[in-house]
């Protein structure tokens, strides 16, 4: 069985292990994007000064508005209890695009948008550099399923190997010279990663295959057409934030944003303002140019929804209704408000898209109902637990430190079992020169 294992093992890690050492290599470089992002672009993601009151989000809300194309609307907010953290106003195209703005002044600070490094490195991790629905997708795709058969048999070779005993086979030599200690990296850095990388690679595969997704979500009790609503439900797209141009004067400008939008996996979006971005794709009214406070001649706001009695609506009780949940959850991790509804994510929770849901009345700012993360369904609960699990963040710091670690040895892999068997080819080759002789 040892020699099936091996040669399975193998014979699928040479076509296809710089592939998986490109996956492993770019999924590594991720996992502390949004970290180094603000680093690098601190002044879009914080404020300059830190007054000692922001605006009210409806006042913001219709200063923002006031800068956007007729075509573009607000969708939600996002509120962080970092007063020098700026606020993500979501917006309504591109699809599930977002602004930063400084909650004192009313500035619009700028687009979310990727570093050229990490932009390529997403390309990379999910599409290698390809179409998002081509070969790069089916290549990423089926090079993560023939991960998971590789480390399986790398596994059983372990297990099934009588002559090393198991100290030595978990034991790494720096004293034994480069070609033991390429050996030992490749033997027991595999056992010791392999878990986490099959949980990568297992949770990875829910984006790159539907057949696999139906599965996988049907193994949890969650029928697969559930699963399809709720993921049209949250914008149809992979879990992820996305990269969205603000436009700020012509159309002509707003269609070449459209054009250059793409994907961002390592971001965690709101729940709530995703859960609305589908909702208002085709229903979008012009604004009159004359009003500030955002209502058109139709009684419609800037935002896009209809106002009704109160002529400041849709944001009137924004402002209400986030007080509100601050006062009952004091140290959350964020707010994120929509029409009609909200996302509280409480102190303590690792996921940003663990947020507990409640809903609230438009015209009075009244919360009329509430869904604690617990009871909301399962679609929401497993693809929330998928994302968790495959960026590493459901145990904290230290679970995205193991997460980088693990991807990066994963990485080295197949770098070091092509020198084993290039190593072992060129010594049969001499042994059989030699007995020539």
Not at 355 to 384: C, H, M, N, W
Request: glycine share 10%; aromatic share 10%; net charge positive.
């Amino acid at each position: 069985m040892k020699k099936l294992f091996r040669k399975i093992h193998l014979w699928l890690s040479v076509p296809f292990g710089l592939f998986i050492t490109l996956i492993c290599f770019s999924g590594a470089m991720m996992v502390f994007e949004k970290e180094i992002n603000e680093i690098c672009r601190h002044d879009l993601y914080f404020v300059k000064e830190v007054k000692e009151k922001p605006l009210s989000l409806d006042e913001l809300m219709r200063t923002v508005a006031a800068t956007l194309p007729d075509s573009v609307t607000i969708t939600g907010v996002t509120v962080s209890p970092d007063t020098e953290r700026a606020y993500q106003v979501s917006l309504s195209k591109p699809r599930r695009a977002s602004i930063y703005v400084d909650q004192y002044t009313g500035e619009v600070k700028g687009r979310s948008e990727r570093l050229p490094f990490y932009d390529t490195m997403f390309h990379l991790h999910r599409w290698m550099m390809g179409s998002s629905q081509g070969f790069g997708k089916w290549l990423v795709g089926t090079c993560t399923l023939l991960l998971v058969i590789i480390l399986i048999t790398g596994i059983l070779m372990w297990l099934t190997n009588k002559h090393k005993p198991l100290a030595k086979s978990l034991t790494i030599s720096f004293t034994k010279g480069w070609p033991r200690f390429w050996h030992d990296l490749h033997v027991a850095g595999g056992i010791y990663a392999t878990v986490f990388l099959l949980l990568m690679a297992l949770t990875g595969l829910t984006w790159s295959f539907s057949w696999y997704r139906t599965g996988f979500y049907s193994l949890f009790g969650v029928e697969a057409s559930a699963e399809q609503r709720e993921r049209g439900r949250a914008g149809g797209g992979q879990t992820g934030h996305v990269n969205a141009s603000v436009v700020r004067s012509t159309a002509a400008e707003q269609k070449t944003s459209d054009a250059h939008v793409h994907e961002q996996g390592r971001s965690e979006r709101p729940q709530a303002a995703e859960r609305q971005e589908g909702e208002r794709g085709g229903n979008r009214h012009r604004h009159d140019g004359a009003s500030r406070n955002g209502v058109s001649r139709d009684n419609t706001s800037r935002s896009g929804f209809h106002t009704g009695h109160s002529p400041r609506a849709p944001f009137a009780h924004w402002q209400e209704v986030y007080e509100n949940l601050a006062m009952t959850h004091p140290g959350y991790r964020q707010i994120t408000l929509s029409e009609g509804s909200a996302s509280v994510v409480p102190a303590g929770r690792n996921s940003l898209r663990a947020g507990d849901r409640f809903d609230f009345d438009v015209r009075s700012g009244k919360i009329t109902g509430s869904k604690p993360y617990a009871e909301q369904d399962k679609a929401t609960k497993l693809r929330s637990a998928i994302y968790t699990v495959h960026v590493g963040s459901w145990g904290g710091i230290f679970t995205r430190i193991l997460n980088f670690l693990v991807a990066l040895l994963g990485a080295t892999l197949p770098l070091t079992g092509y020198y084993l068997w290039i190593r072992r080819l060129v010594n049969k080759s001499a042994h059989t020169s030699h007995l020539r002789k």
